[in-house]
């Protein structure tokens, strides 16, 4: 009862646009009022929750991408890419691709790339013949590589809730996201067929080698970043702090990036993660509220009643990753579900890992869709076109991501492979 | 067609409505901005310093883990009310699509005062804990832990007072216009630059 008038007042307070977090933190904090407990222990919980070793990979993730977009590394990628992929048919769908992939290995966050690309691709797109509703859907699925490739904001947040190796969750992160790619691919070679108006550019072995050398720089970025993790020489939070050294060094050796630029990257870096961690640590108050209603509990039970099977499980995670990923925050449903859905896991003998990268993978499906979908906003603003077409040229993108899904809960193992390969 | 002929502009700012208000709101925001990218600085800093430690013949420093935790919580709550400000907060925008745009004042001003009231009640929060604190102190550094709750209390107080003048800026003058005005916006972005959340 007590419980589900909480849920019920947190859905109010987020349909009447009170913020994620706040909508946490109110119910919160009257539930802890009512049942005659200390003020303080709210304020404790949700600081205990904030002051986490290996959440400090957050900000730095977070200024890690932030770095990369002020230093032009996007513009250098894309430039490469165009050098390579120009010639093809469809060229620039597989570009925005690209692209996406190249910056995802520097960049945790599919709103922070869907916000730097969206102003390059989708005016090249149009110049060039390409379907305003195709450029959107294009950009928009393949900013959703960012927070599946490794370094991912949301497997940082996953792997501290879980307890489980960050850097195994990042190898294990690296063959879904590729195939993100390839099934993105697919769906551009199949889109750009029906499309007869669009322009191809040159190809040059001179182009290629010019612009080859100019991402020569950003392409080490994810080998010290993935190469210190794996390799054992850094922790994840650690890697996230020498990456993003590494890439303010790159911008003032590139010129890019100027000292004037800091307190405007810092001030983009703190917007960010204050955003993010606030609703991490109004979660966790939330989170103590349904352990001690004993909520996990009664869940894991309803659950076991219903299946034994992991493979089942899997899926019933899935849908339900991308009805919540639809109108909650991905960071907000990790922090809340994952206490509840690991236990259930592993009594089902499923692999957190796996787990872990299913939910992520889930959830950001959910970043591409009504009624929530900050991906949608993010793109309906910058091109200025209204969300719902924006939501029908990404329609077709969801498909192989969908698929992707479903492949990992069928045969996990191409989650599991790499890590095990690492030994982690 | 001459090329010396002048880039169309766009029109100047609206001068602020409330000029005291507008400069007290910038310098409160720049030392909030300062402060919690100064926890961000240090974060950067302290862990590049410990990542460094592990290979080189010097003996490690067990505060800075410690000091970097306290910064992230510093970080957290000390920019809450400059996102409150900025509308940063993540929250679900549907009522934005409603045609109705008192519709769409009164539940934007319902928000703003539930955030102010839940502003107030974890100042209190912190409030609570500062005066259980007692004498106790951090492991590593020995830093008063009351001390590590004073910049979220500042953080909480910000955020009640914050939202509710946006509370009543957008009662007077409506979502649009409390939103596009500079007299409360925070140009994290620089000017004329798109707000990325």
Same mark, same amino acid.
């Given at each position: 009862?007590?419980?589900?008038?909480? #849920?019920?007042?947190?859905?109010?307070?987020? %349909?009447?646009?009170?913020?994620?977090?706040?909508?946490?933190?109110?119910?919160?904090?009257?539930?802890?009022?009512? $049942?005659?407990?200390?003020?303080?222990?709210?304020?404790?919980?949700?600081?205990?929750?904030?002051?986490?070793?290996?959440?400090?990979?957050?900000?730095?993730?977070?200024?890690?991408?932030?770095?990369?977009?002020?230093?032009?590394?996007?513009?250098?990628?894309?430039?490469?890419?165009?050098?390579?992929?120009?010639?093809?048919? /469809?060229?620039?769908?597989?570009?925005?691709? =690209? %692209?996406?992939?190249?910056?995802?290995?520097?960049?945790?966050?599919?709103?922070?790339?869907?916000?730097?690309?969206?102003?390059?691709?989708?005016?090249?797109?149009?110049?060039? =013949?390409?379907?305003?509703?195709?450029?959107?859907?294009?950009?928009?699925?393949?900013? #959703?590589?960012?927070?599946?490739?490794?370094?991912?904001?949301?497997?940082?947040?996953?792997?501290?809730?879980?307890?489980?190796?960050?850097?195994? @969750?990042?190898?294990?992160?690296?063959?879904? +996201? #590729?195939?993100?790619? *390839?099934?993105?691919?697919?769906?551009?070679?199949?889109? !750009?067929?029906?499309?007869?108006?669009?322009?191809?550019?040159?190809?040059?072995?001179?182009?290629? +080698?010019?612009?080859?050398?100019?991402?020569?720089?950003?392409?080490?970025?994810?080998?010290?970043?993935? /190469?210190?993790?794996?390799?054992?020489?850094?922790?994840?939070?650690?890697?996230?702090?020498?990456?993003?050294?590494?890439?303010?060094?790159?911008?003032?050796?590139?010129?890019? #990036?100027?000292?004037?630029?800091?307190?405007?990257?810092?001030?983009?870096?703190?917007?960010?993660?204050?955003?993010?961690?606030?609703?991490?640590?109004?979660?966790?108050?939330?989170?103590?509220?349904?352990?001690?209603?004993?909520?996990?509990?009664?869940?894991?039970?309803?659950?076991?009643?219903?299946?034994?099977?992991?493979?089942?499980? @899997?899926?019933?995670?899935?849908?339900?990753?991308?009805?919540?990923?639809? *109108?909650?925050?991905?960071?907000?449903?990790?922090? @809340?579900?994952?206490?509840?859905?690991?236990?259930? /896991?592993?009594?089902?003998?499923?692999?957190?890992?796996?787990?872990?990268?299913?939910?992520?993978?889930?959830?950001?499906?959910?970043?591409?869709?009504?009624?929530?979908? $900050? *991906?949608?906003? %993010?793109?309906?603003?910058?091109?200025? *076109?209204? !969300?719902?077409?924006?939501?029908?040229?990404?329609?077709?993108?969801?498909?192989?991501?969908?698929?992707?899904? @479903?492949?990992?809960?069928?045969?996990?193992?191409?989650?599991?492979?790499?890590?095990?390969?690492?030994?982690? | 067609?001459?090329?010396?002929?002048?880039?169309?502009?766009?029109?100047?700012?609206?001068?602020?409505?409330?000029?005291?208000?507008?400069?007290?709101?910038?310098?409160?925001?720049?030392?909030?901005?300062?402060?919690?990218?100064?926890?961000?600085?240090?974060?950067?800093?302290?862990?590049?310093?410990?990542?460094?430690?592990?290979?080189?013949?010097?003996?490690?420093?067990?505060?800075?883990?410690?000091?970097?935790?306290?910064?992230?919580?510093?970080?957290?709550?000390?920019?809450?009310?400059?996102?409150?400000?900025?509308?940063?907060?993540?929250?679900?925008?549907?009522?934005?699509?409603?045609? &109705?745009?008192?519709?769409?004042?009164?539940?934007?001003?319902?928000?703003?005062?539930?955030?102010?009231?839940?502003?107030?009640?974890?100042?209190?929060?912190?409030? &609570?804990?500062?005066?259980?604190?007692?004498?106790?102190?951090?492991?590593?550094?020995?830093?008063?832990?009351?001390?590590?709750?004073?910049?979220?209390?500042?953080?909480?107080?910000?955020?009640?007072?914050?939202?509710?003048?946006?509370?009543?800026?957008?009662?007077?003058?409506?979502?649009?216009?409390? &939103?596009? &005005?500079?007299?409360?916006?925070?140009?994290?972005?620089?000017?004329?630059?798109?707000?990325?959340?």
């Amino acid at each position: 009862m007590t419980v589900g008038l909480l #849920l019920l007042a947190i859905a109010l307070l987020l %349909v009447l646009r009170v913020p994620v977090a706040f909508a946490f933190l109110g119910p919160g904090l009257a539930y802890l009022m009512f $049942t005659g407990q200390s003020l303080g222990l709210a304020m404790r919980l949700i600081t205990n929750s904030t002051a986490s070793f290996p959440l400090l990979a957050v900000p730095l993730f977070v200024l890690l991408g932030a770095t990369a977009n002020h230093a032009g590394i996007a513009d250098r990628l894309f430039d490469f890419a165009l050098a390579l992929f120009g010639k093809v048919r /469809g060229g620039l769908g597989y570009v925005s691709v =690209g %692209v996406s992939l190249g910056f995802s290995w520097m960049s945790g966050s599919a709103v922070a790339d869907a916000a730097a690309l969206s102003k390059v691709e989708i005016p090249a797109m149009l110049r060039n =013949g390409y379907s305003r509703r195709f450029g959107i859907g294009v950009v928009g699925a393949s900013a #959703l590589i960012a927070p599946v490739m490794p370094p991912s904001i949301p497997a940082v947040i996953y792997a501290g809730l879980a307890a489980v190796s960050t850097g195994a @969750l990042f190898a294990a992160s690296v063959i879904p +996201a #590729l195939l993100m790619a *390839v099934g993105l691919c697919i769906v551009v070679f199949i889109q !750009v067929r029906r499309q007869p108006d669009i322009v191809h550019t040159g190809f040059s072995w001179s182009r290629l +080698a010019e612009t080859g050398k100019r991402v020569v720089g950003p392409a080490l970025a994810p080998v010290i970043i993935l /190469g210190g993790i794996l390799g054992g020489y850094f922790t994840p939070t650690e890697a996230a702090a020498v990456g993003a050294f590494y890439i303010l060094v790159l911008g003032f050796f590139y010129r890019t #990036l100027h000292v004037r630029d800091l307190p405007k990257i810092f001030a983009e870096t703190v917007m960010t993660t204050a955003a993010i961690m606030l609703i991490v640590s109004s979660a966790s108050l939330l989170g103590y509220v349904l352990a001690r209603e004993r909520i996990p509990q009664q869940l894991s039970e309803l659950v076991l009643g219903f299946t034994d099977n992991g493979t089942v499980f @899997l899926l019933l995670v899935a849908v339900l990753m991308l009805i919540l990923g639809t *109108v909650v925050d991905p960071t907000a449903v990790l922090v @809340l579900v994952v206490p509840i859905l690991m236990p259930i /896991g592993l009594r089902l003998d499923v692999d957190p890992i796996v787990l872990g990268v299913l939910m992520i993978l889930s959830l950001m499906i959910g970043l591409l869709t009504p009624p929530v979908g $900050t *991906v949608l906003y %993010v793109l309906s603003s910058a091109v200025k *076109v209204p !969300v719902g077409e924006v939501f029908k040229g990404s329609l077709p993108f969801i498909v192989p991501l969908a698929a992707i899904c @479903l492949g990992i809960i069928f045969f996990p193992g191409m989650v599991t492979w790499l890590p095990n390969q690492l030994g982690l | 067609m001459s090329t010396n002929e002048p880039e169309p502009t766009a029109p100047p700012p609206a001068p602020p409505r409330h000029p005291a208000l507008h400069r007290a709101v910038r310098v409160i925001t720049a030392v909030e901005i300062g402060v919690a990218g100064l926890a961000t600085a240090v974060i950067f800093v302290l862990v590049l310093v410990q990542a460094g430690q592990r290979y080189l013949p010097i003996d490690g420093w067990t505060w800075t883990g410690e000091l970097a935790r306290y910064c992230l919580v510093w970080l957290t709550f000390t920019a809450t009310g400059v996102l409150v400000t900025r509308d940063g907060h993540i929250a679900l925008q549907i009522v934005d699509q409603i045609k &109705s745009e008192r519709v769409v004042r009164a539940i934007h001003v319902l928000a703003l005062a539930i955030v102010a009231v839940i502003g107030v009640g974890f100042a209190a929060a912190c409030w &609570s804990l500062i005066e259980e604190s007692g004498q106790l102190t951090t492991p590593a550094m020995g830093l008063p832990v009351k001390w590590i709750y004073v910049l979220p209390l500042l953080g909480f107080i910000s955020t009640a007072i914050r939202a509710s003048v946006a509370a009543v800026d957008v009662a007077l003058h409506g979502v649009r216009e409390a &939103s596009h &005005s500079d007299e409360l916006a925070i140009q994290v972005n620089g000017p004329g630059q798109e707000v990325t959340r």
